[in-house]
């Protein structure tokens, strides 16, 4: 779809930016709410995981003839522990973002949004999307720091190159799809991860996943490519997406039902494991 014909149809949007302002502070509020119930359920149960570094060891086998070894060294770095409290997180900053948006930067939303663009939102999914699938990550058998930091990061970028993908095609007249093509590839590479992972953990009693768990990567799965749908038809220009106000109240409904959703299926999960 041609990027100044969107723009122009922006300005003719039946939609309104009071509107979208209401469901921005709507969902705000209802997150941000679930998210300090979730802190105070959190702190009334335990959960305890072990984070782990592996670290290169040199072991010396003998001294004549000389002989050693190099081993991993796994060592635990820190402990994570209150469950609901780090998944309150996930709730607490979307709500913040969303009440932000809609009353603090809100004369700035509202400018960004008129050129076909929304910063805000790409910010905080970077954060909120990250620390979720840091954490299913764990479930999965991902104990390694540095993995996890890598994963983060992966997901955070992928996050940031759909900002890219508003920012570049503000300048240009037909839709410039590499920014969209590179955040597939980062945000792809911690998926490989976690399938490998899940695998692996698959077929022993011992290490077999839960079933709240194969829930979780399902939906979380689904939910994750559904915001990918949404900017292909924004930029496609299908349907009612020809309105990028339209595709920006689906991100919002999205943004809003999929963290409700994934936090509280994690939360029972891990508590009440079925």
């Known amino acids: 779809m041609d990027n100044e014909l969107r723009r122009e149809l922006i300005s003719k949007s039946p939609i309104s930016f009071s509107g979208l302002k209401k469901l921005n502070a ?40 000389p002989s050693f070894q190099v081993l991993p060294n796994p060592e635990v770095i820190f402990t994570l522990t209150n469950l609901g409290v780090i998944l309150s997180s996930f709730l607490l900053i979307s709500g913040i973002a969303l009440l932000l948006i809609a009353f603090v930067r809100n004369d700035s939303y509202v400018r960004n949004l008129k050129k076909g663009m929304n910063p805000y939102r790409w910010y905080e999914y970077a954060i909120t999307s990250s620390i979720m699938i840091v954490i299913i990550a764990t479930f999965v058998g991902v104990w390694d ?30 839709t410039d799809w590499s920014a969209y093509l ?32 194969y829930l979780t990567l399902l939906l979380y799965f689904i939910l994750f490519n559904t915001f990918s749908v949404n900017m292909i038809l924004q930029y496609k220009g299908i349907g009612k997406w020809k309105d990028y106000l339209y595709g920006e109240r689906v991100y919002i409904l999205l943004s809003f039902i999929a963290k409700t959703i994934l936090a509280w299926l994690v939360f029972a999960g891990v508590f009440s494991p079925f």
């Open 182 to 213: 590179l955040g597939c590839v980062s945000g792809f590479t911690p998926w490989v991860v976690l399938a490998a992972y899940f695998v692996a953990a698959l077929g022993s009693s011992e290490t077999n996943p839960p079933t709240f768990v």
């Open 26 to 65: 709507g969902a705000g509020i209802f997150l941000f709410v679930q998210g300090i119930v979730m802190v105070a359920l959190g702190y009334l149960l335990t959960w305890n995981r072990d984070i782990y570094t592996f670290y290169l060891k040199f072991k010396i086998i003998s001294l004549a003839p």
């Open 145 to 174: 720091l540095w993995s996890l930091v890598m994963i983060f990061v992966l997901n955070a970028i992928m996050i940031m190159f759909g900002y890219m993908m508003e920012k570049i095609n503000f300048y240009t007249k037909k």
